[in-house]
């Protein structure tokens, strides 16, 4: 009991502390950072890593899209149905590891767009992607 008192003191001495009106904004000082500020150039991820020649690609004739559904159903959490479309191979690991790309939200909306493509007849545009995100 002790040790939560202590606790909940200590907390409560923080947030006392940290109240926003001990701190001070210095207008002037932002604007002259702002202006000595130098811009930045991002480099676009996929240029600086070349993707390697010989990572494997699937032709669009061997994806069956009624397949890739129904792998994205048994198993869109592990990725797979990305593996079978022909993505980087380290992908059944991001899938994996996010718990089914952040929590099944991602397999999910590969589902969606695969259903769509596969009404429209084309899901060429998932074959061979190597994003993350392969509707993006």
């Known amino acids: 009991m002790k040790k939560l008192v202590l606790i909940l003191a200590a907390v ?3 947030a006392i502390a940290a109240n926003a009106a001990n701190y ?3 207008d002037s000082a932002i604007d002259a950072l702002i202006e000595n500020a130098e811009e930045v150039f991002v480099l676009d991820i996929a240029e600086a890593v070349p993707v390697a020649a ?3 690609t699937v032709s669009q004739k061997e994806v069956q899209p009624a ?3 129904v ?3 048994l198993l869109g959490g592990f990725g797979v149905h990305r593996h079978y479309m022909g993505t980087a191979p380290a992908m059944w690991a991001i899938y994996t590891f996010t718990f089914g790309g952040i929590f ?3 397999p999910t909306v590969d589902l969606v767009m695969l259903i769509i493509g596969t009404i429209d007849n084309n899901i060429s545009r998932y074959i061979n992607n190597r994003k993350f995100f392969m509707w993006a």
């Open 12 to 14: 409560f001495g923080m």
């Open 24 to 26: 001070k904004v210095d």
């Open 54 to 56: 010989n990572l494997p």
């Open 67 to 69: 397949v890739a559904l």
């Open 71 to 73: 792998l994205n159903l």
């Open 104 to 106: 099944g939200i991602v």
